[in-house]
Each structure stands twice: as structure tokens, then as C-alpha cells.
């Protein structure tokens, strides 16, 4: 079964400074990857999105996230990190059969550090 | 252009008792999904609907059903509410080929 991995349950950052958050995923063939924000007590919001093509996309609040497929890794970076970024960051791939529904990961806390 | 729309956005019920949440997709788009997220951890799959057909079901017991109207919004219905079930319900939309899921706020439902 498909499956998703982020090992690190927070991540604390100092306001401009760089951050890049793992996910590692369980696939057997080409997986359309996500990254999606959420704010306390809100929906997701899609930060990005990789399906084929160039490993590294752009999405949008400028962040970006390169796909390895000899790693099984989708990580998300950020250059310099701004105190609005602090919220919760869930990375998760498509499992299609009979439907589409996406497996997630449990989700990284972002702590941003004036 | 109206996002994803749930309704309500809170609600608090007691064990045993039954609840219907309700969402209305994105103008245009035919599949609407269910989610259930609990506190500290990555949304669920709980079901997906395609043109008013159950196109998929997560592992959730039968007191999870749900339906598709022919407007495209959906209802989520719980049975027999049990603590367990408090959460964050998500529903989703997405249209045509479009890879995206498009999520609401959410209706969070507290059972005491």
C-alpha cells in the first residue's frame, strides 16, 4: 500500500533563515506528489505539486520541492522562511484505483522564531 | 469565485447521536471527496464521489455514509456517534482531469 513519511513531527527556524522539510514516500510507480499548508482550524491550502517532468517545481509563497526518485523523496525548501510561514505542512501522494484520493503524511509543525 | 464551502463550521453532538455535514464543490466540478482528520495528525480518506456513484470508501465503519446530490454538493452522515469521531470533516473538490483537490475549512465536530 501507498504510504507517506515525514520524520520530523516539528521543525522550529529562525525568521529568514532556510528550511527544508522531508517526505519520503512508498510508490511503485510514477507518483503525483502534493505539498499543502494548514493554518490552525483550517482547510489545506496546495503549496505545489509534481506529476512529471522537471524533478524541481516552483510553487507558490516561494516555495519549492525537488522529487528523487532513487531516494523516494519529495522535500520541501524554502530560502528564507518569514514568521506568516509557521503552520502545519502535510506532503502527500495520489493512490488512483477505482478512485482518486490522496494518502497523507501526519504532518510537520513549522515553529518560525522572530 | 466560491471556493469549497462546508457547512456548519462547528458543531458539538453527544455520544450515540447522528450527524449530517454538508459541502458544496467549486462551480463546475463533479467529484466531491470526504476527509477525516483527527487532532495532530494527516487527513483520511473517507469517500469519493463522481457523478452522484461512490467511486471509493477508506477504512471507516458503516456509521460513515454519504451522497452526492445531483447539483454535485454531498452530505456525510455519522451513526452512533462515539468520542472517536471528533474531528476536523474536510471535503474536496475537483474537476475534469484536473489533478487538484480543492479543500474547504472544514467542519469540526466535537462529541462529548
Known amino acids: 500500500a501507498q504510504s507517506v513519511t515525514q520524520p520530523d513531527i516539528h521543525i522550529t527556524v529562525s525568521e529568514g533563515a532556510s528550511l527544508e522539510l522531508r517526505c519520503n514516500y512508498s510508490?511503485?510507480?510514477?507518483?503525483?506528489l502534493f505539498w499543502y499548508v494548514q493554518s490552525p482550524g483550517q482547510g489545506l491550502q496546495l503549496l505545489l505539486k509534481y506529476f512529471s517532468g522537471d524533478t524541481l517545481v516552483q510553487g507558490i509563497k516561494g516555495f519549492e520541492a525537488e522529487f528523487k526518485r532513487s531516494q523516494s523523496s519529495f522535500n520541501l525548501r524554502k530560502p528564507s522562511v518569514h514568521w506568516s510561514d509557521a503552520a502545519e505542512y502535510f506532503c502527500a501522494v495520489v493512490e488512483m484505483d477505482s478512485s482518486y484520493k490522496l494518502i497523507f503524511g501526519s504532518g510537520t509543525r513549522l515553529l518560525v522564531r522572530p | 469565485d466560491a471556493g469549497v464551502t462546508q457547512s456548519p463550521t462547528h458543531l458539538i453532538k453527544t455520544r450515540g447521536q447522528h450527524v449530517t455535514l454538508r459541502c458544496s464543490p467549486i462551480?463546475?466540478?463533479?467529484?466531491v471527496s470526504w476527509y477525516q482528520q483527527v487532532l495532530g495528525q494527516g487527513p483520511q480518506f473517507i469517500f469519493q464521489?463522481?457523478?452522484?456513484?461512490?467511486?471509493g470508501r477508506g477504512n471507516f465503519p458503516d456509521r460513515f455514509s454519504a451522497r452526492q446530490f445531483p447539483n454535485y454538493s454531498s452530505e456525510l452522515n455519522v451513526n452512533a456517534l462515539l468520542l472517536g469521531d471528533s474531528a476536523l470533516y474536510l471535503c474536496?473538490?475537483?474537476?475534469?482531469?484536473?489533478?487538484?483537490?480543492?479543500f474547504g475549512s472544514g467542519t469540526q465536530l466535537s462529541v462529548l
Open positions: 462551480s463546475g466540478h463533479k467529484s
Open positions: 464521489y463522481y457523478e452522484k456513484e461512490e467511486r
Open positions: 474536496a473538490s475537483r474537476g475534469g482531469t484536473n489533478e487538484k483537490l480543492f
Open positions: 510508490y511503485g510507480a510514477t507518483p503525483y
